[in-house]
C-alpha cells in the first residue's frame, strides 16, 4: 500500500506498521475509544461468487504478549463491488464498540477472511474517556481515489479519528475586492474570516489519513466544548530531526465570517470627485 487512507491503519503485513520502520524508535500513542474499532476501509482482490473473501475473522491482541483480548469469528463488515475496478472488492466497517469492558492498554488488531489473507492495524491504545481529545469526523459526496484504492462514502461511512491536541484562539484573516478611483478607494467587497489552529506530532501513516481531510465535503471537529463544521482544512506537517514523527500544524475555518458588500473607504469629502461619478464611470467601463 502506498498510501495509508485508515487512522488505524490496516496494512496486508505486520512489517508495514509504523514501528517497524527503521527510523521509528517508540510507539505513537493511537487514541481508540475502549472496546471500538474505528471505521476503516481495505481494497481485495475479488475472491469467492458472492461474499468478497468472507465471512470475516476479527481478533483484538494485548501488543506486550499477543494475548487475545477479544475474537469474532463472523465480524459483520460491508463488502462491495469496487466502482473503479471490479477486480477488486472494499471491505468496510462504520466503527463503533465491539467489546466491554476493555482495560487501558496497547493493542492491535487482525482481520482475517476465508482465504486466508490477514490484515494488520497499527498499535493503539485504549482509554475509557476520549472526551479530552479532539474528535474528528468526515465524509465526501463523491468518492475519492488514491494511487491504489478507492474509498467509497455510502450508507452513512465517515472515517473518524481522536488527536491529541487543543484548538487555539484563532487568528483573523481579512480579504477585499476594491478599485481606486479618482484617488479614493471603492471597495466592492470586505470579508473578515476566523481561521481555527491546532497542532501535535503524528507519524506518517496519520500524515496520510489526514490528507484526506481537505478532499472531504464534510469535515466536523470536536472538542470538550463545542463543535466546528470545517469549509476548508489545511495541515503543513515538518518533519522531526529524528525522522519519525512530524510536527502537524493544522488550520481550518468555518462558516463565521463576516461580509461587506458595497462601499466607499475612509472618505469624509468626496470634493470633485462624487459617488454618483463614479458609478456613472463604472456603468460605462462595464457595459
Not at 484548538?167 to 481579512?174: D, F, G, L, T
Not at 477585499?176 to 473578515?192: H, R
Request: net charge negative; hydrophobic share 35%; proline share 4%.
Amino acid at each position: 500500500m502506498n498510501f495509508n487512507i485508515n487512522p488505524m491503519g490496516w496494512y496486508e503485513s505486520a512489517n508495514d506498521r509504523d514501528i517497524q520502520k527503521e527510523y521509528v524508535n517508540r510507539n505513537f500513542d493511537l487514541i481508540v475509544p475502549a472496546g471500538h474499532i474505528l471505521a476503516f476501509q481495505i481494497s481485495q482482490t475479488v475472491s469467492g461468487p458472492t461474499d468478497f473473501g468472507g465471512p470475516y475473522a476479527l481478533i483484538i491482541r494485548r501488543a506486550k504478549d499477543d494475548s487475545i483480548i477479544h475474537q469474532d469469528s463472523d465480524f459483520n463488515v460491508t463488502s462491495s463491488l469496487d466502482p473503479s475496478d471490479s477486480n477488486f472488492a472494499i471491505v468496510k466497517r462504520i466503527g463503533g464498540l465491539i467489546f466491554s469492558p476493555a482495560p487501558n492498554a496497547v493493542y492491535y488488531a487482525t482481520l482475517s477472511d476465508a482465504h486466508g489473507r490477514m490484515w494488520f492495524t497499527e498499535y493503539f491504545s485504549y482509554y475509557n474517556d476520549v472526551s479530552k481529545f479532539l474528535k474528528i469526523t468526515y465524509s465526501s459526496k463523491e468518492v475519492i481515489r488514491t494511487s491504489d484504492q478507492t474509498i467509497v462514502f455510502e450508507g452513512g461511512f465517515q472515517f473518524t479519528m481522536y488527536l491529541d491536541s487543543v484548538i487555539a484562539r484563532p487568528s483573523y484573516e481579512y480579504t477585499e475586492e476594491a478599485e481606486e478611483k479618482g484617488g479614493y478607494k471603492f471597495v466592492s467587497v470586505q470579508v473578515a474570516k476566523k481561521v481555527f489552529r491546532f497542532s501535535l506530532p503524528v507519524p506518517e501513516f496519520l500524515v496520510d489519513a489526514m490528507s484526506i481531510l481537505r478532499l472531504c465535503d464534510f469535515v466536523r471537529i470536536t472538542d470538550e466544548f463545542r463543535t466546528y463544521n470545517c469549509t476548508d482544512f489545511l495541515m503543513t506537517p515538518e518533519w522531526s530531526p529524528e525522522g519519525d514523527l512530524a510536527f502537524n500544524d493544522c488550520e481550518f475555518s468555518t462558516s463565521a465570517i463576516i461580509k461587506k458588500i458595497d462601499g466607499l473607504k475612509n472618505i469624509d469629502n468626496l470634493g470633485e470627485y462624487s459617488d454618483t461619478q463614479y458609478n456613472e464611470d463604472y456603468k460605462n467601463n462595464n457595459g
